[in-house]
Nanobody, 114 residues
Framework: QVQLVESGGGLVQAGGSLRLSCAAS????????MGWFRQAPGEQRELVAT??????NYANSVKGRFTISRDNAKNTVYLQMNSLKPEDTAVYYC?????????WGRGTQVTVSS
């Protein structure tokens, strides 16, 4: 069983920065892909960024502004978000894809005011 706990969300003005963290407990390995997704009110959940052995991948809307990274020793994945825009407002979810199943965190709210 894997549990994911996100933190670091909050309210920030446009142009500001936030750093999200996702701590994983349970049986995950450094080769398991991890990622961040987000869901705005009335919208579908969308991919923000992923990190795996193959490298990193970003949604076009966040390229150049967001950076995903991970600390395998801490089983933690981070999302550094810079130059935030009001359209980045959403609940941000962490996901890990293990060889057995996919696991999701409960999410952390990010609100960007204009």
């Amino acid at each position: 069983q894997v549990q994911l706990v996100e933190s670091g969300g909050g309210l920030v003005q446009a142009g500001g920065s936030l750093r999200l963290s996702c701590a994983a407990s349970g049986s995950i390995f450094s080769g398991d892909a991890m990622g961040w997704f987000r869901q705005a009110p009335g919208e579908q959940r969308e991919l923000v960024a992923t990190i795996s052995r193959a490298g990193t991948n970003y949604a076009n809307s966040v390229k150049g502004r967001f950076t995903i990274s991970r600390d395998n020793a801490k089983n933690t994945v981070y999302l550094q978000m810079n130059s935030l825009k009001p359209e980045d407002t959403a609940v941000y979810y962490c996901k890990v894809a293990t060889m057995y199943s996919d696991y999701w965190g409960r999410g952390t709210q990010v609100t960007v005011s204009s």
